[in-house]
């Protein structure tokens, strides 16, 4: 019992996770995908875009725009070393101590604000070189120091010392303040070089004589001491606080892929469930449709292409009805000419014959009643005749009740009434076995009715049988017999009931192949492939 449980179980799982990859390769979930795919993308690239605006607007706002360095450094560095340079003799030994406690100062003293709460604070020796100068040019210290040697320190440098350096320094050391002639871009690298005079300043009091008495006349005095050449490295990208930064893009990447991957699935889920929507009534019709229910209709008021489609394929639909009772009709008419010609030759010929006989017995029947006996059973038996004949026409025009019942079950029952009419031995052997549209079981149960009636009436047999072979793409139908064959050129050309089952094979798109041999017997073969809807 436990056993059998787990089996049970396992079996649902099973058939559970075949109808979940079933579900997901349906149109609907693709579409469905499609759309979040799309939404997270677009969302994705809005959100690099905006993080691209963040960072233009964060380089924008450094103030490392050369007027601006300018200023800073000015208001903020060189009164701080001024004290150094405007001592008589400048302090060269104290201004480099002083620099060695302040390398770890900003440039910038408002931090910058980045991506929301990020803050970056630049410090100066990150992305600035300096050099300290006199006013006669002489190379007081260097932050970093590395970027001079020992040698040069206390040397005077020339106006070239650096790209670009010729201009700014000049009006430096001219005592110059104009910020935009106090630097200068060097096209290698794209580097800002600048220079900043250091002055000294002094107040001086001169006294003014008047009519009406003396005038004290305050004056600041400024000497040049010194100059601060600066030079950019590099923009100070390395210096961002990348980890907070990606951080902070990730956790953003994260709600915009979920608010893309819910709103995009709300969005998909609606327009490809309208889709498949119509596409499965489409889907349900053509079904019917396959099965020769052509009385069903799509129904879709759109005038987009699916709407178009549904409206050609119910225009074609009834076009198949009308075609399909045309050919009934033409069934029907042919039938009855068979009949016609069938009682014409049969039955009809052996009613005038039984006829002739009573007509003889009734002539004998004073003057030699053994004569007209033997005219009277010569007569029963052509009446047996006709009497069977009648039946087997009356059981081929039987209407049909296969519902429920399948091919093999009707042939079957067909047959084993047939052989006790006709007094013929019949087997029937299937090999394998599927179900197939009403309307294709129909016409092959007709068309076996039609061999085994030809079977009957023509062929003297003693044996029959009906092989059904049920193979992958087709169902092949032999029905063979003993009798004593026909020639099939002429048979063909004549014969209404061959004529019938050809056109009966063709309607469900099979073959009809018939082979017969004199004194030796006839097999009508059927081959049947299966139609796309069927595999």
Known sequence: MTRSASQVKSKSKKAGSKHIRLAFKSLRWRLTLSYTMVTIAAL????????????SYFTQHLDIIPENLINSLRKEWTPKVNQFFSKDPPDEEGLRTYLEDVQESVAINRPLLVLGNIKVDIKAQEFLNFYYLLDDRTLVDAVPHDIVSEEELGMQIPYDFLPGLEEPLTAALNGIEDENLLYSKSETGNQIVG?????????????????DGSKNVMDVKRDLVGVIIFTTKRFPW??????????YIGRSLLVFT?????????????????????????????????????????????????????????????????????????????????????????????????SAQLGAARAHFENNPDESLS?????????????????DLIQELRPIEMKGKGLITAVGNY???????NSIKIETHVRGE??????VEKSIFRIVQEALAN???????????????????????IVTDDGIGFVTDQNQKSGVGLKSMRERAELIGGELIINSQINIGTKVILKYPYQEMEL
């Open 415 to 421: 047959a084993s009434d047939w052989s006790e009419h």
């Open 44 to 55: 994705i690239v809005v959100e690099v875009v905006l993080i691209g605006l963040l960072l």
């Open 195 to 211: 220079a900043i005079p250091v002055f000294r300043y002094k107040l001086m009091v001169e006294v003014q004589m008047e009519e």
């Open 455 to 477: 079977i009957a009436w023509h062929s003297r047999a003693d044996k029959a049988s009906i092989f059904f072979d049920f193979r992958n793409d087709f169902l092949l139908i």
């Open 258 to 354: 979920l608010f893309a991957g819910i709103l995009g699935s709300f969005f998909g889920m609606m327009t490809a469930g309208n889709l498949t929507k119509r596409l499965t009534k489409v889907s349900n019709a053509a079904h019917d449709w396959s099965r020769g229910n052509f009385s069903v209709i799509v129904h879709d008021p759109s005038d987009d292409e699916i709407g178009k489609l549904t409206s050609d394929l119910n225009r074609m639909a009834e076009q198949l009805e009308n075609l399909l009772d045309r050919r009934q009709e033409l069934s029907v008419l042919q039938e009855r000419n068979r009949l016609a010609r069938d009682l014409h030759d049969s039955v009809k010929q052996q009613a005038f014959a039984a």
């Open 434 to 439: 599927r179900s197939m549209p009403l309307q």
């Open 238 to 247: 390395d210096f961002l606080p990348w980890e907070e930064v990606l951080a």
């Open 375 to 391: 005219h009277l059973q010569e007569a029963e038996k052509l009446v047996g005749k006709v009497r069977q004949e009648l039946t």
